[in-house]
C-alpha cells in the first residue's frame, strides 16, 4: 500500500475514534446532568416546603448554625437544616437563568452532586460564595446572565437577599484566594470545561 495512503487511513481511524469517544463522554454527560437536576428538583422543593412551613408557624427552622458572625440587624448564625440527610442552608433563584435550587452547607463531592454549596461565606458577613457543577441545567447557565441581572437567595428562615450581577470573570482553578479576597456580596462560579479555570459572577446586594 501506498504509504501516504497508509497514513491517511491511519489518520481517519484515529479521527473516527475522537470522534466517537467525544460523543460517547457527551451522552454519558449529559445523562448525568439529567440524573443531577431530577436529584436537584426534588430536594429544591423539600426545602422550600421546610421553609415556607416555618414562615407559617412563625418560628424559626430547626437545624444546627454554622459560626458566622453577622452585620448589625442580621441574623447571629446562619442556619442549617438537615433535609433528606443533606445539610441545607436556602435555595438560590437567577429569575432570567429560570434557575432555582437548594444551596447545601458543606463543599464537597457528594454534596456537590445533589446541588451548589456553599464554598465560603455568608450572606450575613457580605462574602457569600456558592459553587455548583457546570451541569447544562444547573451553573453552566452562569454564562448567560448579563450585567444587572437579579440573583435570590432565600435562607432557612425565610430571610431573602437579593443581589444584581456586576461583573464576569474567569479565575484559575487554583485562584483560592483571588476567590475569596474580595469586597463582593455574593460570588457564584463553576468550573470551565476542562476543569482548569472558574467561570465566576460577582453580585452586590440591590
Not at 22 to 39: D, T
Not at 51 to 74: L, N, R
Not at 77 to 103: F, K, N, Q, R, W
Request: glycine residues 10%; aromatic residues 10%; charged residues 20%.
Amino acid at each position: 500500500m501506498n504509504p501516504k495512503r497508509r497514513i491517511g487511513n491511519i489518520l481517519l481511524i484515529i479521527g473516527a475514534a475522537l470522534l466517537i469517544a467525544g460523543g460517547f463522554w457527551y451522552l454519558c454527560n449529559k445523562a448525568e446532568s439529567e440524573r443531577a437536576s431530577v436529584l436537584s428538583d426534588e430536594l429544591t422543593g423539600k426545602v422550600k416546603t421546610v421553609i415556607e412551613g416555618s414562615s407559617e408557624s412563625g418560628v424559626e427552622a430547626g437545624g444546627s448554625s454554622s459560626s458566622d458572625t453577622a452585620g448589625e440587624g442580621m441574623p447571629s448564625e446562619l442556619t442549617v437544616v438537615d433535609v433528606d440527610g443533606y445539610p441545607c442552608i436556602g435555595y438560590l433563584t437567577i429569575p432570567s437563568a429560570d434557575l432555582e435550587m437548594a444551596v447545601l452547607d458543606n463543599w464537597e463531592d457528594q454534596n456537590l452532586k445533589h446541588s451548589l454549596c456553599r464554598y465560603f461565606g455568608s450572606p450575613y458577613t457580605n462574602d457569600f460564595i456558592i459553587a455548583g457543577h457546570n451541569y447544562s441545567s444547573w451553573f453552566g447557565k452562569l454564562k448567560e446572565l448579563e450585567i444587572g441581572d437579579e440573583v435570590i437567595f432565600t435562607d432557612m428562615n425565610g430571610n431573602v437577599y437579593v443581589y444584581t450581577v456586576e461583573e464576569m470573570e474567569v479565575i484559575p482553578g487554583t485562584g483560592t484566594e483571588e476567590m475569596i479576597s474580595t469586597e463582593w456580596d455574593l460570588t457564584l462560579f463553576t468550573c470551565t470545561y476542562g476543569g482548569w479555570d472558574r467561570y465566576t459572577v460577582r453580585c452586590k446586594y440591590k
